[in-house]
């Protein structure tokens, strides 16, 4: 598909209203929010192409700037910058979200049914998501690109810094900022802010963000990007055929569950017998509805944690071995695992250097999987309805984003790897036998 020229039309700062009072001026970072990896999490939204959104363009441009600025005042932390002489804090000084409209002189349909590619979805964000910064306090926490198509369909990118902001954050700001725009009255905004330190206070983490930045050298190297859509009955047979082979106890996996046993086994079939000792799948698991008590649905920040699933070498591993896996290292994410944080801490910290004396992270081979499904993308109406399509670009490699398909029913999953090890992924029988995707040209 050749390359679809964006336009910027206009660049500007929306700054909360009303404005942040003085008493709210500093947020908190917790432990998690340490942790996160520094990068953008960014979200692409599609809008079909209406009459009214092609032909009053301005007034609709002006309705989304006022919705985002009412937004802004309940997720006020967006529109702050890290502080300088305090990194592990946000200055709520409402320096404001930037947002950006673009023009695309071409229909949408070229992106959307066409098979996308990362490099064309990229420039409908308004930022890289992977932008480095050498003074933390310069990143723009908040930005938001809103490209307007000849067709008269939308396109809605925002980029949220994940160092405030996981995806379920980023959804439910999305989703707020939507309600706000339709004008529905009864938003639950209460538990937006929500001091997460007091369940996961900040400690020391340096040998913690070391080893995340070293993990983080390696995802960002030279890296190709697809889209594999599993239809929600190659799922549903996937997750029969996986309970079938279950021998000890009948267990049907999740969705997610199913998909990622099937990607993690392709993955592993792609390294040489002997030369890795051990895989290692990484899932973050949203903690927001498995604390006790529960936490606000849309409150910010990373309220996650990482577990990780391991498989020793094996020679084409069964998917109910690797589906178990993985459901059972999520089992194990409860509220009292949580709560210990020291515990977690020194077990990290002993991961790392165990690392460091094995050279780095050579001693293992890891793909981190990361679910955004059930989170409510496709219910953000600003007011001309809902999405026809949700998706992300984020490039990194040995990493997988599952996101439902439109029908609910289905997952795309976005995974990143390098080249040649891409090109054995679409030859892999599994793959093919359960996913679609547009082959790479030879």
């Known amino acids: 598909m050749d390359m679809i020229k964006v336009q910027i039309i206009s660049t500007e ?94 229909d949408m349909s070229d992106v959307v049914l066409n098979e996308p590619e990362i490099d064309m979805l990229q420039r409908l964000l308004p930022c890289d998501p992977l932008e480095k910064f050498a003074d933390p306090s310069s990143r723009v926490i908040l930005a938001v690109q809103v490209n307007y198509f000849a067709c008269g369909g939308i396109v809605i990118g925002v980029c949220i810094s994940h160092v405030i902001a996981d995806a379920s954050a980023t959804a439910s700001f999305v989703k707020s900022w939507a309600a706000t725009a339709s004008g529905v009255n009864d938003i639950d905004v209460n538990g937006v802010i929500y001091d997460c330190t007091s369940l996961f206070p900040p400690q020391d983490s340096t040998e913690l963000q070391q080893l995340m930045e070293n993990i983080m050298k390696v995802r960002q190297a030279s890296c190709v990007m697809k889209r594999f859509l599993f239809d929600g009955s190659k799922i549903a047979a996937l997750r029969n055929k996986i309970s079938m082979e279950q021998k000890e106890c009948f267990y049907r996996p999740t969705r997610v569950e199913a998909v990622s046993a099937l990607i993690w086994g392709a993955s592993m079939a792609m390294e040489k017998t002997g030369n890795i000792p051990m895989h290692v799948a990484v899932f973050p ?40 896996k993985i459901h059972e290292s999520i089992k194990k994410v409860k509220e009292e695992c949580v709560r210990k944080r020291g515990e977690y801490l020194n077990m990290m910290s002993r991961k790392s250097n165990t690392d460091e004396q094995k050279n780095g992270l050579e001693a293992m081979v890891s793909f981190a999987f990361s679910s955004w499904c059930r989170f409510p993308f496709y219910e953000t109406d600003f007011g001309w309805g809902k999405p026809v399509w949700v998706a992300t670009a984020l490039r990194m490699d040995k990493l997988a984003i599952l996101l439902d398909a439109s029908d609910g029913q289905g997952i795309e999953a976005w995974i990143g790897l390098t080249e040649e090890e891409m090109t054995k992924l679409e030859q892999d029988p599994e793959i093919l036998a359960y996913a679609s995707f547009r082959p790479s040209k030879g």
């Not at 927001?288 to 936490?295: F, G, H, Q």
């Not at 910010?300 to 109910?320: D, L, P, R, W």
Request: charged share 20%; glycine share 2%.
């Open 13 to 106: 700062t929306i700054k909360p209203s009303p404005s942040t009072p003085p008493h709210l001026k500093t947020f908190n970072l917790s432990l998690f929010d340490r942790l996160a990896p520094p990068v953008y999490v960014p979200i692409l939204l599609f809008y079909s192409p209406t009459d009214d959104l092609k032909n009053h363009r301005k007034r609709w441009s002006d309705h989304l700037k006022k919705s985002l600025s009412k937004t802004l005042a309940h997720f006020y932390p967006f529109a702050g910058q890290i502080n300088k002489d305090d990194a592990f804090t946000i200055d709520c000084n409402d320096r404001g979200a930037t947002y950006v409209e673009a023009q695309i002189q071409a």
């Open 285 to 324: 698991v949203n903690l927001r509805k498995i604390m006790n008590p529960v936490l606000p649905e849309f409150c910010i920040g990373n309220i996650y944690q990482v577990t990780m699933a391991t498989s020793m070498m094996e020679k084409n591993a069964k998917h109910s071995s690797l589906a178990g």
